[in-house]
Structure formats: structure tokens, C-alpha cells
């Protein structure tokens, strides 16, 4: 059946969605927003009533709307180009060549062929005329988009002239979807990750670097990219950061990312290995000019992946399970992070020597990467033991796989004769130590590496490398379990499972045990390379796998444990027999001991955090030690767990008690040697919670608060201390730019040492191909480096203690205004239920994780879905309500506004929250929220929604008054013109949800699928969704 035979029972509401846009825009209301903008309110966001022109009723709805999400969705796999000519400096303001743009129209034909190929209902249907589509026909987002996609402006002067049917003349006739990809589609205009393919190809930099950083290319002077490695060096060394200090920065920085999964997560593996192929296609052609049968081939390639594509679900039928979330975030880590992890060191040292004329040498990546995909059990039931175990496996099997295909790599190009070098003792003496130890092995190789020292040395460890990853497969293959999850008794010293000998592990005498082991051989051939000249003979080869050994160790994913604190004393009171024996305290201790076996078989590597979600004082951390030491958890040389206890500080009061936690607990002589022998205490602040208690301004307060006390509580102790930022996408949790939020955070809070989440649902755009995923990594990087180096503008401290009690002051009237609304508005429940598609979400199948972590309202709602579902209502509430109105409280008293634009202009944090304001304000459209609003009563929506429209005008307004600017986001061209020109084509998914959610909740069969595809259009064109 294809997508228009799915959706041929709600034709009659297309029909009425369509009329409903159409007067939601220029109907009753005029206008958007009572401050009337060009950007806001001009005629690229307006739409003719129902008898003017458009292109073609509910043929081009559905193109420009329902399925406009594959543009959405497939542009982050797409957005290649820039991100590696910016990272190398070229940049460019010129349109695209004729080739680029020949490509750009082929790929856009094929997909049209495709979609084409798959409607096969009447040609007559195909053109049924049911009204204009919002956002188009004359003057509609049709000229404005086009427009858009050749670089020209937006206003009513830049648009091409309508043809005889209201129809832009650069348009041609009507299609059932319009192709993909083309640039002069407006899909391709306003997707980044599309346009990105189809500029200009920029000439390579041939010059080398002069001493002020720059490049001369073609007579002109090029710099850095804005936030990269190269521009944060040189931002330090004009800063008076000197090379030596900038070098041992560099040396002991420590950058880690924590994958997640989450509920709003919707993108399928499936559909993302289609897109990665189509990208590589595209790559390829962009690497050298092909011969005629390579080009018929290359499209025949392209044209099959599409094809395929447009066949394919966008979206799950069934809700994945936890293995298949693992599966997803190690498509990401195995395919593109693990290839970039010894780049990240090549960037730093090209930089280091740009800045400061001097070779900095191979330091170790700095970049390490963990994920709680199997191990969260904070509210997810499907989070069992045996997935926590199977998880750690997984990961270590992988790295196994990985570490493996280098070495065979190594082995087959390093084939040095010692016809021609002589290789030092070190390396004879290691291979005749391995000989010893694998004879059966010694002389399986003696015919095939004789004289090749280098070679055979390799292939012994390729030996021991495959006999550890057949001691990973065996184990999993047979089901060996550790018993703790089937029988756990209780005992005098708590509890015991009983041990399980590894089966047949004498066939595996000469794997590789630790990683540790393997990094010492692979030191061993760099050692003795460079000692023969090598350095141009596979030296270089072998330091990069090193370092990548180095960073994934054998479990390539360090796995991460989080529990609720509660279930964590309920284990703690079992074990001591003050308490009776629970469900959830089970499954902990049974987790804990998988860990402990994990640990025993794959290194303390594999799992060694455990997280303590909704942590209230210092007695659940001395629980959780308890806890670990009762599990096996334990090191008796060194009394300490082998454990990182990590309390997690969600709640405002959580947040404001931090400091006093972390001082009680240094105070206790167990717990502070525990950590001088862990080496740092780990302290995470979630920034979801809060901001869904108290708003986002007092949450934003709270937060900086707790970030400058910590680091001071720490200093006293004389403990180092980690901030692991739990933030999510979207600006309500701590979303927003990488860089910019790492450089406004308090100074002295990230020493070096810096750790975030990164979500589930943003994996997609920022990890998806290696360009785009190693300017991901540059932005956070550095913004980690310069924080670090204190080379970053700051206020003075005078002036930051005048602006931090500005902003509790904002922060307290937000807070009351977000209560009054969300709290203590008795029909607010009602209306959010109603107004959004939250119950919905919840039975979508796009995560393992339930929305809410027990039975109950408001308060037990995560955060996640909570703001999810503002954000396919287009409102996103979270993220602006109460800031206007604590914006004009104190902007009215006097000098109240000048101090507000001081801030702004003075201090990096106001400013960033300011900009995360702006942005959300853009992408929210407060017309179409309007049409959600009428799916509640009548008495709800009076009740709330004048509160909401009049609140999001006072942000609106007080907003652009403090940035003096005359429209949102001015001071942002790029991203105004994104936004601008994206929203028009989530806006028919938008009125198709309304439209879909009022027929499902009449009791309408059929609703569910195109229902959930407009959730997942809409979360892919307007991002920073959950």
C-alpha cells in the first residue's frame, strides 16, 4: 500500500486541515503575533483564503507536509560538506557549480522517479483539488522557499512571479511529492544537511599556515573555522596563554560523552544505513570525475538506496526493545566515533602547531565515550540484570571485532624484512616470549612470516585477539550466566550468588585479558618503528590504533548504571536485614553483581559508574559504598569499591543542597578514602527536572549556583572534582549550542574535566557522518580547552556578582509565574492533556523507556515527553514561559533594562540563555498551538491559553528590547533564515496532527499510523524536541 493509499480514509480531514491552516494564518487572528514582523508575520508564513491558487490541494499537502519529514530526517546524514571544509578552513559565499548542481537535480529526478513509480491510485485523484495548502500559492512559502534554496531573501520583493495558477514560474507542474534533494526544491533550501550537498566545491588549502593562524588561498586570507581547534588556539595564545601552559591543558584534558536512549527517539537503523549509503554515494562522487559506465552505475546505485527508502516504514510497528537501543548507539560508535577517535589528537596537534609554531606530538585522545542504553534502570522495567550483563558483552565483543580488523590491517602492510632493518631486542624479545606461550601458534606462522619480524609479532596478537573475542561469543552462545539474577540468598555477609567456573576457558589460556596487555604490544611496534626510521613506514598507523585502544579499552562503550535512590536504600536495608526483600531492591544487588563478574571477564573498564537518580543527602551515597562492597564490588588491596558513586542533583532543593551533601560526605572518613583511591568524585546536576519544576529561569539560576558551589567544596577537600552535565536538546534541558554553553558556565567548573549526556534523539544530526560528527566533537573539545585555559571573556568578578543577583531576581518572578500556570492553575492538567499529543507519545512506539517513571500526574511525567509534547504543539512552552513576565518586572524599574542589556553584552551566561530564548521563540508558532488549544473544553482553554499567547507576546517583546534588535533572532542571520524557511514545511504535519488528533480521540479507526508520522516529521523539522 503506498503512503497515499495509508491515508485515503482522512481525505475529508486533509481537506478540513487544510482550510482550518489557511484560516489560522490569515483568517481571524490576520496575523501571528501582535508585534507584527516581516520575519514574524510577512508572506512567507501567509497562505491565501480558501478560493485562491495553490498547487494542488491534498496532492502537494501530503508532499509538502507528511512527507517532507524524509528531508528533515535524512539531513543530518547528508550534511557533510561543510562541516569538513570549515574544520580545514575554506569557506565560501558563492553558489554551487554546475556539476554540484546537476548532481543536486539528479538525485532530486530520481527521487522523484521513485515516488512516482510508487503511486499507483488514479491520475485524477493524484490531482484532486481540495484548496490551497497553508503556506502556499500566491506569495505563498513556495516563492519563498525557492528563493530561500538559490541564497536570495525571503521578503515579498525577493519572490519569483506566479504563473497563471498562483504557482511560482520557477515551479514546474504539480507532483505527488516533490523531489528531494534538488536545489532548487525549497526541501532543499531549508535543510542544511541537504544544501550542504550540493555547494560549492571549495579549492583545497595548499598554502601552509602563516604565523597568524591564516592561510592564503587564490590571493585571499582565510581563517579558522568559528569554535574549532584552530580558532580556540588561537584564541588562547592571543589571550596570553602560553605554548607550555596551553600543552599540559591539552595533555591531561579529559572530554567524555554518555550516550542515551529516550522516549522521543525515533529514528529508525534502517532507515538511517539507507541514508548513510546514499551520503557515501554522493562522497565518492565528489571525490574524482567518473567515466561514463562508473557515473550509470554510481546513479543505478542512488536510485536503488531511494527507491528502497521511499518503500520503507520511517517509523517503527513495534516499540524497540532495550537490545535494539543498544544496537542503535553502537551503529554510532562503531561506525563513525571509533574512526574519529585518533583524529581528534591529529586536530589538536595541527592546531597546537598553527597557534604556536611548535609540534606538539601525539598526546592520547582525549575523548572517551560511555552510554547508559542498558544499564538506566531508573523507571525502566525492561533494564534487568541480564540486559545489563548481555550489554557489557556486546560492547566488549565489538571492540574485540575492532580492535581485531587493525591489527590484521597492521599485520598485512607492516611487512619490514630484516633483509633491510634490523629490529631492536625489545621487539625480538617480545615475539620470542609470544612463541614460547603459542607454540601450536609459533608454528602455524614460522612459514608464512620468516624474516618479517614486525609482521609475525602482529599476527601473534591477532591470535590472542581472536581467541578473546571467541571467549566472548562462547560465553554468550551457551547462555553462562552468573547466578545472581536467577537465585540470590541472603546471607550473613549479604548476599551470595553462587560462583560459575567459565566453561572450557583453558581453550583461551593465550587471550588477551586486559586491554592493558594489548596497548603494551602495540607500544612495543611503535617503540621499535620509530627506533628503525619508521616514522614514515606505519608508525604513524600503529600510534592511531594505539590510541584508539587506549580509548575503548575492550569494552568500546563504557557502560553506566543508574538507579533510584530509594531502591538503593530498600537494597541497602535487605542486606542488613533491617528491611523486607522488594522487586526493584532485587534487581540492583542482581545488577551489581552482573557488574562485578563483567569486571572480572572484560576489565573495570566496562562498568565502573553507578548513578544515583533523585539523590536527596549524603546517606544514599553511603548506601550505594554498602551496597558495592556487599556485591563483590569491592577491592581489598586498596579498600575502596570499584565503583564511581555519582550522586545526581535533579530537584531545585537537590540542587541548592548540593554543596552541603558533598561537604558530609568528604567529612566521612570511609567515604573520603573511597575517593582519593577512585581518583576524582563525580557529581552529575540533571538539568530536566528542575526546569520542568520551577521554569526555565529559576532552574537556569539554581544550576549556575550549584556549578560555582561545588567546584569551591571540592577545592576545600582537596578531591578533584567532574560536573556531568545532564542536559538534553532541547533548551528546557539544557539544550543548545555545544560550545556556548560549556564557555558560560562558571569559572573554575570545568578544570579540564568535562562529561555531558548526549541524547538519543540528537545522535541523528550530530553523529551520523564523520564531517559533521568531528565538528560535533571539535565545538566541545574546545569549548572544554578554552574554559580550561580561563582564556574565554568574562566579566570581572565585581560585575559577575552584580549580575548574578540580577538574575535570581529574574529567576524568582519566572519561577512564579511558571507555577501560577502550571501548578496552581487548576484546568492546566486538563488542558495539557488535551492541547497536546501527550497520551499519545506515550503509547508510540519509539522507545523502550516508559514517559513516566510510576502511576501518578504531573509530577511523575518525565521531563522528556513532558517537553516533547509542547513541541508538537508548536508551542514548546518549557522553554520561554515566565521570562517575559520576569523580564519586564525588572526591566521596568528604573535603569531595570539598561542592567538586562549589560548582561547580555557582558556576561556569556545570560547571554546564552537569552540566545536559547530567541531560538525557541523562532521555532514556536503560537497560530497553529491555537488549533491544538481548540481540542480542549472550553472551560480549559479560557482558562489557559489566554496566559499562554499573552506571555509568549511579553517574551517576544522584552526579548528583542533587551538584544535591540527589531526581529527575533537578528543578531543570527543564518539561523533566522533556517527556521524561517523550515517552519513552513512542518507546518501541514502540524495541522494534520490537530486534524488526526481529534478524529482518534472521536473514537476514529486508522489513526495511528499517520498519526505517528507526523510526530515524526515534526520532532525531525523543528529539532531540540525532547
Same mark, same amino acid.
Given at each position: 500500500?503506498?503512503?497515499? @493509499?495509508?491515508?485515503?480514509?482522512?481525505?475529508?480531514?486533509?481537506?478540513?486541515?487544510?482550510?482550518?491552516?489557511?484560516?489560522?494564518?490569515?483568517?481571524?487572528?490576520?496575523?501571528?503575533?501582535?508585534?507584527?514582523?516581516?520575519?514574524?508575520?510577512?508572506?512567507?508564513?501567509?497562505?491565501?483564503?480558501?478560493?485562491? /491558487?495553490? @498547487?494542488?490541494?491534498?496532492?502537494?499537502?501530503?508532499?509538502?507536509?507528511?512527507?517532507?519529514?524524509?528531508?528533515?530526517?535524512?539531513?543530518?546524514?547528508?550534511?557533510?560538506?561543510?562541516?569538513?571544509?570549515?574544520?580545514?578552513?575554506?569557506?565560501?559565499?558563492?553558489?554551487?557549480?554546475?556539476?554540484?548542481?546537476?548532481?543536486?537535480?539528479?538525485?532530486? %529526478?530520481?527521487?522523484?522517479?521513485?515516488?512516482?513509480?510508487?503511486?499507483?491510485?488514479?491520475?485524477?485523484?493524484?490531482?484532486?483539488?481540495?484548496?490551497? $495548502?497553508?503556506?502556499?500559492?500566491?506569495?505563498?512559502?513556495?516563492?519563498?522557499?525557492?528563493?530561500?534554496?538559490?541564497?536570495?531573501?525571503?521578503?515579498?520583493?525577493?519572490?519569483?512571479?506566479?504563473?497563471?495558477?498562483?504557482?511560482?514560474?520557477?515551479?514546474?507542474?504539480?507532483?505527488?511529492?516533490?523531489?528531494?534533494?534538488?536545489?532548487?526544491?525549497?526541501?532543499?533550501?531549508? @535543510?542544511?544537511?541537504?544544501?550542504?550537498?550540493?555547494?560549492?566545491?571549495?579549492?583545497?588549502?595548499?598554502?601552509?599556515?602563516?604565523?597568524?593562524?591564516?592561510?592564503?588561498?587564490?590571493?585571499?586570507?582565510?581563517?579558522?573555522?568559528?569554535?574549532?581547534?584552530?580558532?580556540?588556539?588561537?584564541?588562547?595564545?592571543?589571550?596570553?596563554?602560553?605554548?607550555?601552559?596551553?600543552?599540559?591543558?591539552?595533555?591531561?584534558?579529559?572530554?567524555?560523552?554518555?550516550?542515551?536512549?529516550?522516549?522521543?527517539?525515533?529514528?529508525?537503523?534502517?532507515?538511517?544505513?539507507?541514508?548513510?549509503?546514499?551520503?557515501?554515494?554522493?562522497?565518492?562522487? @565528489?571525490?574524482?570525475?567518473?567515466?561514463?559506465?562508473?557515473?550509470?552505475?554510481?546513479?543505478?546505485?542512488?536510485?536503488?538506496?531511494?527507491?528502497?527508502?521511499?518503500?520503507?516504514?520511517?517509523?517503527?510497528?513495534?516499540?524497540?526493545?532495550?537490545?535494539?537501543?543498544?544496537?542503535?548507539?553502537?551503529?554510532?560508535?562503531?561506525?563513525?566515533?571509533?574512526?574519529?577517535?585518533?583524529?581528534?589528537?591529529?586536530?589538536?596537534?595541527?592546531?597546537?602547531?598553527?597557534?604556536?609554531?611548535?609540534?606538539?606530538?601525539?598526546?592520547?585522545?582525549?575523548?572517551?565515550?560511555?552510554?547508559?542504553?542498558?544499564?538506566?534502570?531508573?523507571?525502566?522495567?525492561?533494564?534487568?540484570?541480564?540486559?545489563?550483563?548481555? $550489554?557489557?558483552?556486546?560492547?566488549?565483543?565489538?571492540?574485540?571485532?575492532?580492535?581485531?580488523?587493525?591489527?590484521?590491517?597492521?599485520?598485512?602492510?607492516?611487512?619490514?624484512?630484516?633483509?633491510?632493518?634490523?629490529?631492536?631486542?625489545?621487539?625480538?624479545? %617480545?615475539?620470542?616470549?609470544?612463541?614460547?606461550?603459542?607454540?601450536?601458534?609459533?608454528?602455524?606462522?614460522?612459514?608464512?612470516?620468516?624474516?618479517?619480524?614486525?609482521?609475525?609479532?602482529?599476527?601473534?596478537?591477532?591470535?590472542?585477539?581472536?581467541?578473546?573475542?571467541?571467549?566472548?561469543?562462547?560465553?554468550?552462545?551457551?547462555?553462562?550466566?552468573?547466578?545472581?539474577?536467577?537465585?540470590?540468598?541472603?546471607?550473613?555477609?549479604?548476599?551470595?550468588?553462587?560462583?560459575?567456573?567459565?566453561?572450557?576457558?583453558?581453550?583461551?589460556?593465550?587471550?588477551?585479558?586486559?586491554?592493558? &596487555?594489548?596497548?603494551?604490544?602495540?607500544?612495543?611496534?611503535?617503540?621499535?618503528?620509530?627506533?628503525?626510521? /619508521?616514522?614514515?613506514?606505519?608508525?604513524?598507523?600503529?600510534?592511531?590504533?594505539?590510541?584508539?585502544?587506549?580509548?575503548?579499552?575492550?569494552?568500546?562503550?563504557?557502560?553506566?548504571?543508574?538507579?533510584?535512590?530509594?531502591?538503593?536504600?530498600?537494597?541497602?536495608?535487605?542486606?542488613?536485614?533491617?528491611?523486607?526483600?522488594?522487586?526493584?531492591?532485587?534487581?540492583?544487588?542482581?545488577?551489581?553483581?552482573?557488574?562485578?563478574?563483567?569486571?572480572?571477564?572484560?576489565?573495570?573498564?566496562?562498568?565502573?559508574?553507578?548513578?544515583?537518580?533523585?539523590?536527596?543527602?549524603?546517606?544514599?551515597?553511603? &548506601? $550505594?559504598?554498602?551496597?558495592?562492597?556487599?556485591?563483590?564490588?569491592?577491592?581489598?588491596?586498596?579498600?575502596?569499591?570499584?565503583?564511581?558513586?555519582?550522586?545526581?542533583?535533579?530537584?531545585?532543593?537537590?540542587?541548592?543542597?548540593?554543596?552541603?551533601?558533598?561537604?558530609?560526605?568528604?567529612?566521612?572518613?570511609?567515604?573520603?578514602?573511597?575517593?582519593?583511591?577512585?581518583?576524582?568524585?563525580?557529581?552529575?546536576?540533571?538539568?530536566?527536572?528542575?526546569?520542568?519544576?520551577?521554569?526555565?529561569?529559576?532552574?537556569?539560576?539554581?544550576?549556575?549556583?550549584?556549578?560555582?558551589?561545588?567546584?569551591?567544596?571540592?577545592?576545600?577537600?582537596?578531591?578533584?572534582?567532574?560536573?556531568?552535565?545532564?542536559?538534553?536538546?532541547?533548551?528546557?534541558?539544557?539544550?543548545?549550542?555545544?560550545?556556548?554553553?560549556?564557555?558560560?558556565?562558571?569559572?573554575?567548573?570545568?578544570?579540564?574535566?568535562?562529561?555531558?549526556?548526549?541524547?538519543?534523539?540528537?545522535?541523528?544530526?550530530?553523529?551520523?557522518?564523520?564531517?559533521?560528527?568531528?565538528?560535533?566533537?571539535?565545538?566541545?573539545?574546545?569549548?572544554?580547552?578554552?574554559?580550561?585555559?580561563?582564556?574565554?571573556?568574562?566579566?570581572?568578578?565585581?560585575?559577575?556578582?552584580?549580575?548574578?543577583?540580577?538574575?535570581?531576581?529574574?529567576?524568582?518572578?519566572?519561577?512564579?509565574?511558571?507555577?501560577?500556570?502550571?501548578?496552581?492553575?487548576?484546568?492546566?492538567?486538563?488542558?495539557?492533556?488535551? $492541547?497536546?499529543?501527550?497520551?499519545?507519545?506515550?503509547?508510540?512506539?519509539?522507545?523502550?523507556?516508559?514517559?513516566?517513571?510510576?502511576?501518578?500526574?504531573?509530577?511523575?511525567?518525565?521531563?522528556?515527553?513532558?517537553?516533547?509534547?509542547?513541541?508538537?504543539?508548536?508551542?514548546?512552552?518549557?522553554?520561554?514561559?515566565?521570562?517575559?513576565?520576569?523580564?519586564?518586572?525588572?526591566?521596568?524599574?528604573?535603569?531595570?533594562?539598561?542592567?538586562?542589556?549589560?548582561?547580555?553584552?557582558?556576561?556569556?551566561?545570560?547571554?546564552?540563555?537569552?540566545?536559547?530564548?530567541?531560538?525557541?521563540?523562532?521555532?514556536?508558532?503560537?497560530?497553529?498551538?491555537?488549533?491544538?488549544?481548540?481540542?480542549?473544553?472550553?472551560?480549559?482553554?479560557?482558562?489557559?491559553?489566554?496566559?499562554?499567547?499573552?506571555?509568549?507576546?511579553?517574551?517576544?517583546?522584552?526579548?528583542?528590547?533587551?538584544?535591540?534588535?527589531?526581529?527575533?533572532?537578528?543578531?543570527?542571520?543564518?539561523?533566522?533564515?533556517?527556521?524561517?524557511?523550515?517552519?513552513?514545511?512542518?507546518?501541514?504535519?502540524?495541522?494534520?496532527?490537530?486534524?488526526?488528533?481529534?478524529?482518534?480521540?472521536?473514537?476514529?479507526?486508522?489513526?495511528?499510523?499517520?498519526?505517528?508520522?507526523?510526530?515524526?516529521?515534526?520532532?525531525?523539522?523543528?529539532?531540540?524536541?525532547?
Amino acid at each position: 500500500m503506498n503512503r497515499a @493509499d495509508q491515508l485515503a480514509d482522512h481525505r475529508p480531514a486533509l481537506a478540513v486541515a487544510i482550510e482550518a491552516g489557511a484560516g489560522g494564518i490569515d483568517g481571524e487572528r490576520g496575523a501571528r503575533h501582535v508585534d507584527t514582523e516581516p520575519f514574524e508575520d510577512g508572506p512567507a508564513r501567509r497562505s491565501p483564503g480558501p478560493g485562491g /491558487g495553490g @498547487d494542488g490541494g491534498l496532492d502537494l499537502f501530503i508532499n509538502d507536509g507528511l512527507h517532507g519529514l524524509l528531508d528533515a530526517r535524512a539531513a543530518p546524514l547528508l550534511q557533510t560538506r561543510t562541516a569538513e571544509k570549515g574544520r580545514k578552513g575554506a569557506f565560501s559565499s558563492r553558489r554551487a557549480p554546475s556539476e554540484a548542481q546537476d548532481a543536486g537535480g539528479q538525485v532530486g %529526478s530520481v527521487s522523484g522517479h521513485a515516488t512516482q513509480a510508487e503511486d499507483r491510485s488514479p491520475p485524477e485523484e493524484r490531482r484532486a483539488d481540495l484548496g490551497p $495548502a497553508p503556506g502556499r500559492g500566491a506569495g505563498g512559502a513556495g516563492g519563498a522557499a525557492d528563493a530561500g534554496s538559490r541564497g536570495e531573501g525571503t521578503g515579498p520583493r525577493d519572490r519569483p512571479p506566479a504563473g497563471p495558477e498562483g504557482r511560482s514560474s520557477r515551479r514546474g507542474p504539480p507532483a505527488r511529492r516533490a523531489p528531494r534533494g534538488a536545489p532548487d526544491h525549497p526541501g532543499a533550501g531549508h @535543510d542544511p544537511r541537504l544544501r550542504d550537498l550540493f555547494r560549492a566545491r571549495e579549492p583545497r588549502r595548499t598554502a601552509p599556515p602563516d604565523p597568524e593562524g591564516e592561510s592564503a588561498c587564490g590571493g585571499r586570507r582565510r581563517s579558522p573555522q568559528r569554535g574549532s581547534l584552530s580558532a580556540v588556539l588561537l584564541q588562547a595564545r592571543r589571550g596570553g596563554v602560553t605554548a607550555a601552559d596551553a600543552r599540559a591543558a591539552i595533555a591531561s584534558l579529559q572530554v567524555t560523552l554518555t550516550l542515551t536512549a529516550h522516549p522521543t527517539q525515533a529514528s529508525r537503523h534502517t532507515v538511517l544505513e539507507k541514508l548513510d549509503r546514499i551520503a557515501d554515494e554522493l562522497e565518492d562522487r @565528489d571525490r574524482c570525475a567518473l567515466l561514463p559506465d562508473e557515473e550509470a552505475a554510481s546513479w543505478e546505485r542512488i536510485r536503488e538506496e531511494v527507491t528502497a527508502l521511499w518503500q520503507t516504514d520511517e517509523v517503527r510497528r513495534e516499540r524497540p526493545t532495550v537490545g535494539d537501543e543498544v544496537k542503535n548507539v553502537l551503529w554510532y560508535a562503531e561506525g563513525v566515533l571509533w574512526k574519529l577517535l585518533p583524529a581528534l589528537p591529529e586536530a589538536l596537534a595541527h592546531a597546537f602547531e598553527r597557534a604556536y609554531g611548535e609540534p606538539l606530538g601525539m598526546e592520547p585522545s582525549p575523548l572517551r565515550l560511555h552510554s547508559w542504553v542498558g544499564g538506566d534502570m531508573d523507571g525502566n522495567p525492561m533494564v534487568t540484570p541480564d540486559v545489563v550483563e548481555d $550489554a557489557i558483552a556486546v560492547h566488549q565483543g565489538r571492540a574485540l571485532r575492532l580492535l581485531l580488523e587493525g591489527v590484521r590491517r597492521l599485520g598485512s602492510s607492516l611487512s619490514q624484512s630484516t633483509r633491510y632493518v634490523d629490529p631492536p631486542e625489545a621487539l625480538l624479545a %617480545s615475539i620470542a616470549s609470544d612463541a614460547a606461550a603459542m607454540p601450536g601458534v609459533a608454528e602455524r606462522l614460522r612459514p608464512r612470516t620468516e624474516g618479517e619480524p614486525w609482521r609475525r609479532k602482529l599476527r601473534f596478537m591477532e591470535a590472542r585477539l581472536e581467541a578473546s573475542l571467541a571467549r566472548v561469543e562462547a560465553r554468550r552462545s551457551s547462555g553462562e550466566r552468573t547466578q545472581a539474577s536467577h537465585s540470590i540468598v541472603l546471607g550473613a555477609s549479604g548476599i551470595a550468588p553462587a560462583p560459575i567456573a567459565p566453561a572450557g576457558d583453558g581453550a583461551f589460556a593465550h587471550a588477551y585479558r586486559r586491554s592493558e &596487555e594489548l596497548e603494551a604490544d602495540l607500544e612495543v611496534i611503535a617503540s621499535s618503528l620509530a627506533a628503525c626510521q /619508521g616514522a614514515n613506514a606505519g608508525e604513524r598507523r600503529v600510534k592511531r590504533l594505539l590510541a584508539q585502544a587506549r580509548a575503548v579499552g575492550f569494552h568500546l562503550l563504557e557502560l553506566e548504571l543508574r538507579a533510584l535512590s530509594s531502591d538503593v536504600k530498600d537494597a541497602a536495608a535487605w542486606l542488613r536485614g533491617t528491611g523486607g526483600r522488594t522487586d526493584a531492591a532485587e534487581r540492583f544487588l542482581s545488577a551489581l553483581w552482573k557488574v562485578a563478574a563483567a569486571q572480572e571477564s572484560a576489565g573495570e573498564r566496562s562498568c565502573r559508574t553507578l548513578i544515583l537518580s533523585m539523590t536527596h543527602g549524603a546517606k544514599d551515597l553511603l &548506601e $550505594a559504598l554498602y551496597c558495592a562492597k556487599e556485591s563483590g564490588l569491592w577491592d581489598p588491596t586498596r579498600e575502596c569499591a570499584r565503583l564511581d558513586i555519582v550522586p545526581l542533583f535533579e530537584t531545585l532543593d537537590a540542587l541548592d543542597a548540593a554543596p552541603g551533601i558533598l561537604r558530609e560526605l568528604f567529612a566521612n572518613p570511609v567515604y573520603r578514602h573511597h575517593v582519593a583511591c577512585r581518583g576524582q568524585q563525580e557529581v552529575m546536576i540533571g538539568y530536566s527536572d528542575s526546569g520542568k519544576e520551577v521554569g526555565l529561569l529559576a532552574a537556569a539560576a539554581a544550576l549556575y549556583r550549584a556549578q560555582g558551589a561545588l567546584p569551591a567544596v571540592a577545592a576545600e577537600a582537596q578531591i578533584p572534582l567532574r560536573v556531568f552535565h545532564g542536559r538534553g536538546e532541547s533548551v528546557a534541558r539544557g539544550g543548545g549550542p555545544a560550545q556556548q554553553a560549556i564557555l558560560a558556565l562558571p569559572p573554575g567548573s570545568v578544570g579540564g574535566r568535562y562529561k555531558a549526556t548526549e541524547q538519543g534523539e540528537a545522535l541523528d544530526h550530530k553523529y551520523a557522518r564523520p564531517q559533521l560528527a568531528m565538528r560535533t566533537l571539535e565545538l566541545i573539545v574546545g569549548g572544554a580547552l578554552l574554559h580550561t585555559l580561563g582564556a574565554q571573556e568574562r566579566p570581572s568578578p565585581d560585575d559577575e556578582r552584580r549580575y548574578v543577583e540580577a538574575f535570581e531576581e529574574l529567576a524568582a518572578e519566572g519561577r512564579r509565574c511558571y507555577r501560577a500556570l502550571v501548578y496552581d492553575e487548576p484546568r492546566f492538567v486538563e488542558f495539557f492533556h488535551a $492541547a497536546t499529543p501527550i497520551e499519545e507519545i506515550a503509547r508510540l512506539p519509539i522507545g523502550s523507556r516508559p514517559s513516566k517513571r510510576s502511576a501518578g500526574g504531573l509530577e511523575a511525567l518525565r521531563a522528556i515527553p513532558w517537553v516533547f509534547s509542547w513541541t508538537q504543539n508548536r508551542s514548546i512552552l518549557p522553554g520561554w514561559y515566565g521570562v517575559g513576565s520576569a523580564l519586564e518586572a525588572f526591566g521596568r524599574r528604573p535603569g531595570g533594562l539598561e542592567l538586562l542589556r549589560e548582561m547580555y553584552a557582558g556576561w556569556p551566561y545570560f547571554r546564552t540563555v537569552v540566545g536559547n530564548v530567541e531560538m525557541v521563540l523562532a521555532k514556536s508558532d503560537l497560530a497553529i498551538a491555537e488549533r491544538y488549544a481548540a481540542l480542549a473544553t472550553a472551560e480549559a482553554r479560557a482558562a489557559v491559553w489566554p496566559k499562554i499567547d499573552a506571555e509568549h507576546r511579553r517574551t517576544r517583546r522584552w526579548v528583542k528590547r533587551i538584544t535591540e534588535s527589531e526581529r527575533i533572532l537578528d543578531g543570527n542571520p543564518p539561523l533566522q533564515r533556517s527556521i524561517a524557511l523550515r517552519n513552513p514545511y512542518v507546518d501541514p504535519m502540524s495541522f494534520l496532527q490537530v486534524e488526526l488528533l481529534r478524529r482518534k480521540r472521536e473514537g476514529m479507526e486508522g489513526c495511528q499510523r499517520p498519526l505517528l508520522l507526523t510526530i515524526d516529521g515534526i520532532a525531525a523539522g523543528l529539532r531540540n524536541t525532547g
